[in-house]
C-alpha cells in the first residue's frame, strides 16, 4: 500500500491555515469536532458478494458480524478498502516504522494479520483525525472468517481426526432390535422393548453424553410392538403412540394416558405419520395436525386422516392407495419456496422379512388427507430400512447401510448428496443395525443405533457447519 506521511498532511494543513489568515483576520475558520467512522466496507469477496461491517462507536471497533468464508485469507491478503467515509478524510494506521501514516484507500491492504482478531488479539488500529489534526479517535478493525467449510456435515471430530460417537453403550446395551428417537421439549427420548415392556432413556439436546433411564412408564397397555414403537410422534408439546390401534398420548414422555377425543367414533389407528407444528409466525400453516393412517367405522379398508390444530377432532380423507408404503414408514415436513408445509412419507409396501428389488417412492400431501405418489424418472433408489429428513432447505434420504445420503430439492428427482455431506467411517461399519433419527432445533442430526454384537449401543450427532454459524442480524 502506497501512503503518505501525517508529517507532510499536517504540513499542508498549517501553511493553508496560516495563508487565510493573512488573507482575512476577520473570519475564523471553525474545524468539525467530528473524530469518527460512519461507513466502512470492504471490496467484494468473491462471487461479488459483499460483507457487511458494523461500526461500534463505544467500544471503537469494526467488524464483520458474518463471517468470511473459509480460505478467504487468499482473498483479503491484497483487498481495496472500497468505503472509509469520515468528516475530516484523514484516516492513519502505523507503518512498519511505528509512525502514523495516511491510509489510501485507492491501494490494497493486506488484512490476513487480523483474521479473528478477538482470539488472537490482533487488531489493525485505524486513527481518525479531526480536521485541525489536533484530536483523533482510535478503532480496531478485525475480520471474522470461518475455520470451518460451511458445506460440510461436521460429527464433532477435531481437524484430521476420525468422528467418533457422542456417547456409547447409554443404555447399557438394553437398547435393542427395534426403537424409535423423539424430542420433547429439551430432552431427546429413545423408547424401545425390553422382556416385552416399553423402556426410555433420555438426555438433554444440549449434551447427549449422559443418560439416565425413564423409570416406572405408566398409562399403558401391555401390548407394546414394534409398529407402536414407530408410531410415535411428537406434536405440540405431547407425545402421541399407538398401541391396540388407540391413541396415548404424554406430556413427560413417561405417563400416558388413553385420548378420549382422539379415539371417539370407533376408529381403529394403524399409525401415526407425523405433525405439522402449528406456527402463528407462518400465516401459509393452515393445516397443523397430526397426520394418520385409520380404519374408519370398523372397515376392512384403511383411510388417512387429519386432525385439527389442537389434535382433538379428526377429518377423513382418502382411501389408502394398494401401493402405500405399510412398512418401515419414515416422514418428515418439508417446506415449498413460498415456505408451505407438506408431509412426506416413504417406506416398504412388503413386510421386512421380504427382500425388496424395487426403489423408493415417496409420498406427498399438504394436508394429510389426499395424497400423491412422487414417481418420476429419477426414483430414490432401494434403501433398507430407509429414513426421510427435511434440513438445510431440501429432504435427505438414506438406509441402514449408513453408506451415502441422497437428496432432492422437494422429493420428486434424487441423488447422490455432495460428498461433504457423509457417513462417518465408524457408523458405516454398523450396517445392518436398528436406529432412528432426529433433528433438534439447533439443527443437529441424532442418530441413535441399538445394541449391535459387540454389545454397544451408539448416538452420533452432526450438523452442517453453516447451520451452527453465528449469524447476527
Not at 238 to 249: A, G, H, Q, S, T
Not at 340 to 345: R, T, Y
Not at 350 to 376: M, N, R
Not at 447 to 456: L, T, V, Y
Request: proline share 4%; hydrophobic share 35%.
Amino acid at each position: 500500500m502506497r501512503i503518505k506521511f501525517l508529517s507532510f498532511i499536517a504540513s499542508f494543513f498549517m501553511v493553508s491555515f496560516v495563508i487565510t489568515s493573512c488573507l482575512d483576520d476577520d473570519n475564523d475558520i471553525e474545524y468539525s469536532p467530528d473524530a469518527t467512522i460512519h461507513a466502512f466496507e470492504l471490496d467484494t469477496i468473491g462471487y461479488g458478494i459483499s460483507y457487511k461491517f458494523t461500526i461500534d462507536q463505544q467500544k471503537g471497533e469494526i467488524y464483520n458480524q458474518d463471517s468470511l468464508p473459509v480460505h478467504a485469507d487468499t482473498i483479503i491478503d491484497r483487498i481495496l478498502i472500497k468505503t472509509l467515509t469520515t468528516a475530516s478524510g484523514v484516516v492513519t494506521m502505523l507503518s512498519k516504522e511505528g509512525k502514523d501514516s495516511i491510509i489510501n484507500i485507492n491501494d490494497s491492504i493486506d488484512l490476513t494479520k487480523y483474521i479473528n482478531a478477538p482470539h488472537e488479539n490482533k487488531y489493525l488500529e485505524l486513527k481518525v483525525w479531526t480536521q485541525d489534526l489536533l484530536n483523533n479517535k482510535k478503532y480496531k478493525l478485525s475480520v471474522r472468517v470461518h475455520h470451518q467449510d460451511p458445506d460440510s456435515l461436521n460429527w464433532g471430530n477435531k481437524k484430521n481426526e476420525e468422528p467418533k460417537p457422542i456417547a456409547s453403550d447409554f443404555s447399557e446395551g438394553q437398547v435393542t432390535g427395534k426403537q424409535k428417537a423423539v424430542i420433547l421439549n429439551q430432552e431427546l427420548l429413545v423408547y424401545s422393548i425390553a422382556n416385552n415392556a416399553l423402556i426410555a432413556y433420555k438426555t438433554s439436546i444440549t449434551d447427549g453424553k449422559a443418560w439416565e433411564q425413564l423409570s416406572s412408564i405408566s398409562g399403558l397397555p401391555p401390548t407394546i410392538t414394534e409398529l407402536s414403537l414407530s408410531s410415535i410422534i411428537e406434536y405440540n408439546g405431547n407425545l402421541y403412540m399407538v398401541v391396540d390401534n388407540r391413541i396415548y398420548c404424554s406430556h413427560n414422555g413417561k405417563e400416558w394416558i388413553l385420548h378420549k377425543l382422539l379415539n371417539r367414533n370407533n376408529f381403529k389407528f394403524a399409525t401415526l405419520l407425523t405433525g405439522i407444528q402449528p406456527d402463528p409466525q407462518n400465516v401459509n400453516i393452515k393445516n397443523a395436525g397430526i397426520s394418520a393412517i385409520a380404519s374408519i367405522d370398523n372397515g376392512l379398508s384403511y383411510q388417512f386422516c387429519m386432525t385439527d390444530e389442537d389434535a382433538n377432532l379428526w377429518r377423513i380423507g382418502e382411501t389408502l392407495p394398494a401401493d402405500f408404503p405399510t412398512r418401515n414408514i419414515s416422514s418428515t415436513v418439508g417446506f415449498t419456496p413460498t415456505n408451505v408445509p407438506f408431509i412426506i412419507s416413504m417406506g416398504t409396501v412388503i413386510a421386512k422379512e421380504e427382500e425388496t428389488s424395487q426403489p423408493i417412492i415417496p409420498w406427498s400431501s399438504y394436508d394429510g388427507l389426499s395424497w400423491t405418489d412422487l414417481t418420476s424418472t429419477s426414483y430414490c433408489p432401494i434403501l433398507n430400512n430407509p429414513s426421510i429428513i427435511a434440513y438445510n432447505k431440501e429432504l435427505y434420504a438414506f438406509g441402514n447401510d449408513f453408506k451415502v445420503f441422497y437428496n432432492s430439492p422437494s422429493g420428486l428427482t434424487w441423488k447422490e448428496a455432495n460428498k461433504k455431506f457423509y457417513f462417518p467411517k465408524d457408523l458405516t461399519k454398523r450396517a445392518g443395525a436398528d436406529y432412528s433419527i432426529v433433528i433438534d432445533k439447533q439443527q443437529f442430526i441424532w442418530i441413535i443405533c441399538s445394541k449391535n454384537e459387540d454389545g454397544k449401543d451408539e448416538v452420533w450427532r452432526g450438523r452442517l457447519n453453516k447451520l451452527g454459524f453465528d449469524i447476527k442480524q
